[in-house]
């Protein structure tokens, strides 16, 4: 694994090569990590990872920067019921000055998202600072806007992807054979500015059908696609149709085993999956210990669910510098981890946590909406039985 960037730790280093994925290595690699030299990540990862309770990473990995919930649409199962702008969002300015606070705090990847990042006028702008603080940068967009003339503006080192929102089966969004149209189109488009590309998928009832259409179109254009069934969250509240149920376990799991699905084995990690195995080392949510979500009106929270909710704010950057909120605030969260859910106790996927599986739906925002009690258990029906499926499969 070549470095391309690395940050220590209290249990090693962070290190990532120049895709953006990672790994964990021992302090024994610091003099290789210092001169650039190419590490055999195996040979240097730890048997063994712990760190101080409550647990929580100097820098997230990961923030999800949303410049503006303004969108063109409004689509049923959108978390964070995106159509109108926030007020107060913040203007170029503000959004330059968070981008170099999260540079200073050595964070890896930055998520653009909204509502829909290029109905800002100054998004070109936005994207190419983010690419010059050095930053992996991950833009989710509908593609509305994406043109020849606004991707020529772009600068492409490799460190800038696109995530095109798959808009079919969606409520208000396209019928599917449009979406997939619309997909192909945009697919080509950044293809020929040659910007590293995937599809991200909000699965919902309307949809689950076309999931090996998606799945075709993205390896045909060398992109991944990336699958996230909706939950009862934001305007999905008023739209239970969309939602999935035990039926859809079959059709859910049907790619399972593909290039897309998750793999074991001595590959690096995406940052994604970084961020999932502290929460399965550390038993406790990713959301403001690797990872965390800043809304366009500067409001901090844990994660997407969270501000969704408006759950566990933990200060504002306008107000306070990122640097004090991410050391200072978050202890609500941070003391929460997975023994304090109580629907664990009861649970039928309970003799499959006992031989390690990994269950992340232990969510308090979900929790709350589901059971009134942000502490009992963050799993629908078809979660539940979805992770039953695997669990079946594996152990």
């Not at 705090?105 to 190419?128: K, S």
């Not at 084995?265 to 961020?275: N, Q, W």
Request: proline share 3%; net charge negative; hydrophobic share 35%.
């Amino acid at each position: 694994m070549l470095i391309n960037r690395a940050r220590e730790e209290e249990f090693g280093y962070l290190v990532f090569d120049d895709k953006g994925d990672s790994e964990i290595v021992k302090f024994e690699a610091k003099d290789l990590i210092r001169i650039g030299e190419t590490i055999d990540a195996v040979t240097y990862r730890p048997t063994k990872v712990s760190a101080t309770a409550p647990f929580h990473l100097k820098s997230p990995i990961i923030v999800l920067l949303e410049v503006t919930r303004k969108c063109d649409l409004t689509c049923g199962h959108c978390y964070i019921s995106a159509g109108n702008p926030r007020e107060n969002e913040m203007d170029t300015k503000a959004i330059y000055r968070v981008l170099d606070e999260l540079k200073e705090r050595e964070v890896f990847h930055v998520l653009i998202t909204g509502g829909e990042p290029f109905l800002r006028d100054d998004i070109v702008d936005i994207i190419n600072y983010a690419e010059e603080c050095d930053f992996f940068v991950q833009v989710v967009t509908n593609g509305f806007s994406l043109t020849e003339k606004v991707l020529s503006q772009i600068k492409n080192n490799g460190h800038i992807r696109f995530a095109l929102s798959y808009l079919g089966g969606l409520e208000n969004g396209m019928s599917n054979d449009e979406a997939l149209n619309h997909l192909k189109d945009k697919m080509t488009l950044l293809k020929k500015y040659n910007f590293p590309r995937m599809s991200w998928v909000s699965v919902t009832k309307l949809n689950i059908d076309r999931k090996p259409d998606i799945y075709k179109l993205c390896q045909d254009f060398g992109a991944k696609s990336y699958y996230q069934d909706v939950m009862p969250m934001g305007r999905c509240k008023e739209n239970a149709h969309l939602l999935l149920d035990v039926d859809d376990v079959e059709k859910s799991v049907q790619l399972f085993g593909t290039g897309d699905a998750d793999e074991e084995g001595d590959r690096p990690k995406t940052a994604l999956e970084m961020c999932y195995l502290f929460e399965y080392l550390f038993q406790a949510c990713k959301g403001g210990r690797s990872y965390a979500y800043i809304c366009s009106n500067g409001d901090v929270y844990p994660c997407s669910n969270c501000a969704a909710e408006h759950l566990f704010c933990a200060g504002n950057v306008n107000e306070s510098s990122f640097s004090d909120i991410w050391e200072n605030s978050f202890k609500e969260h941070r003391a929460i981890t997975w023994k304090d859910f109580k629907g664990c106790e009861t649970c039928e996927l309970r003799e499959y946590f006992e031989k390690g599986m990994f269950c992340k739906l232990r969510c308090p925002p979900i929790s709350r909406v589901l059971y009134n009690d942000l502490l009992y258990c963050g799993a629908t029906e078809y979660t539940k039985a979805k992770s039953l499926w695997f669990a079946r499969s594996y152990f």
